[in-house]
């Protein structure tokens, strides 16, 4: 079984998340901000991973560290649910047009963290949530999950549509990477021999 529960409790929130990569998309999400709800439902739609996440933070300070601390403790249930990582096709990139926006996600579940986030925000938030946040989601997600992630935005108008759009990007950009590629036949896909 390819799951993960983990949870994570600091002065500032409480996050638990179980996650089931070999899903079929179903969800409860509650973070206490709706447009993170909307964005995480995205990843588990389009990522068809069974998905619960459970937060609550320190709104009324702001929205940062809810928004970073689910980003970590989601990074973490992927590379817990992975395991070894015997088998998975490791790395896929997934384009994702949403109305006038374009995202593309690139991604390798290498082991290696890493980090590259491009695009243009036109307003300081969406949805209660500064538009650098999203940025900051992926940097984070990409720390804990142990993943070297490219992420960006080509083009677009609505910081809606561009949000929506790398995330699903995400989703579906996992789920191709997660899945287990039957001629490797339980062998890790690196040189190295371990990841």
């Known amino acids: 079984m390819r799951t993960a529960s983990i949870s994570r409790t600091t002065n500032e929130t409480s996050i638990s998340v179980t996650l089931d990569l070999d899903g079929s998309g179903q969800h409860t999400i509650a973070t206490g901000l709706g447009f993170l709800d909307h964005m995480l439902t995205h990843i588990a739609v389009h990522g068809l991973f069974d998905l619960t996440v459970q937060a609550s933070g320190d709104l009324h300070v702001d929205e940062h560290h809810t928004v970073e601390d689910v980003a970590l403790v989601l990074g973490a249930a992927f590379a817990s649910a992975l395991g070894d990582k015997k088998g998975i096709v490791r790395t896929a990139h997934a384009y994702v047009p949403m109305d006038e926006s374009l995202a593309f996600v690139a991604l390798d579940l ?8 491009e695009g243009r925000w036109h307003t300081p938030a969406v949805g209660g949530i500064a538009t650098s946040l999203f940025d900051h989601f992926f940097e984070s997600f990409a720390a804990a999950a142990r993943c070297n992630l490219h992420a960006r935005v080509l083009y677009g108008r609505d910081d809606h549509h561009q949000a ?9 950009a996992l789920d191709a990477a997660t899945q287990i590629d039957p001629r490797r036949a339980g062998v890790i896909p690196s040189t190295k021999g371990s990841l």
Not at 164 to 172: N, S, T
Request: proline share 6%; aromatic share 12%.
């Open 164 to 172: 929506e759009g790398l995330f699903k990007a995400l989703g579906r």
């Open 110 to 117: 290498s082991g290696r963290p890493y980090a590259v986030i």
